[in-house]
């Protein structure tokens, strides 16, 4: 394998986040001292970038910082007491396995619509992805699973193929916080799977907008296999007799996300598919608490007298679960409630 040129690597991030300067970094373990490998316009020192706070290898492997003042993490950090020059960062750990060395590669102030542009950002994305597994095949020693398991933990495995055709999928996929916790409104409890980065958390919301419009078969299974998996080491094999969606809310789609995954989730339990809610319409545009109390009431196409599981995407203050519960327990149905993304 010829060596990788990272000057071409960072004058290569740096246009397609359309950024004046980039640079790669080999550090030490910690991320506190190293050498610049790949330069790309014009660089502030890089003791500067060595030790960026919230950067972690397996926890945060992608750092977005719009506006780094507005970081609390970064509030006594150089670039914002003598750097002021540097107002936004895109920052990435280039190569998860090799414990002893890390090669980062820094992005400084980015086009502001990038942070705006779902399918731009996720292009850089997929740029950043590409050279983990560059970088990681190039280690000397293999992954061994011990390994393996610190580099990606709880993610979706993806095909080749599939990580070329959905690259916003594989962001959100890696991004989104894996912590499955119970979650109450009311009388009315639900578990949720996975819940938003803070540092990030507009540009995972764009990428789901994104597609929710027109979701891909790879992100539907991805979700629906989490969803299937953990209703049963939750609730058991056969406890569900029928999967049931949250209709669709205001993302325009014909077939909401929730329903297709609902679908999926139903054939992985070997259960029924029962879309029986009808009514709960949203307000036009994002969802928010403030819209939760003006929602309908959902209405039955048939009553189901049985233990159904209640299936949404994303969960922002309960209350169309509540609905939900309320809806199929007057029908006569005992109910459990799984959603992907708790707020």
Known sequence: MEEIDFDDLSE?????????????????????SGSVQGRYGTLISSKLLMNLPLLDPVAMPILVLRDIRQEPAFADHPLTRSVPAVRSLIAAVLNRRDKNERMILCILNPDENVFDDAIGFAAISKLILTF??????????????????????????????????APTAKFLLDTLVVKRTLRARNSVSYVALRTWRKSIKQYQISALASIKLKPSQVIIDAVADEIATATTQIYGNDTIKAVVPIPGGSSGAKVSFSELVAKEVAIRLNTQYAPVLIGGNAEPGPSHPKKSSRLPEYRLARPIADT??????????????ELAHAALRAGGANCFAVAWIGN
């Open 12 to 32: 290569l991030a740096a246009r397609m986040a359309r950024a004046p300067s980039a640079v790669v970094l080999q550090t030490d373990q910690k991320l506190r």
């Open 132 to 165: 983990q597994r560059l970088l990681g095949d190039r280690a000397s020693r293999p992954a061994t699973p011990h390994n393996q398991a610190e580099a990606e933990p709880n993610l979706a495995e993806f095909s080749e193929q599939a990580l070329d055709t």
């Open 308 to 321: 159904v599981l209640i299936v949404d995407d994303v969960v922002t203050s309960g209350r169309r679960i």
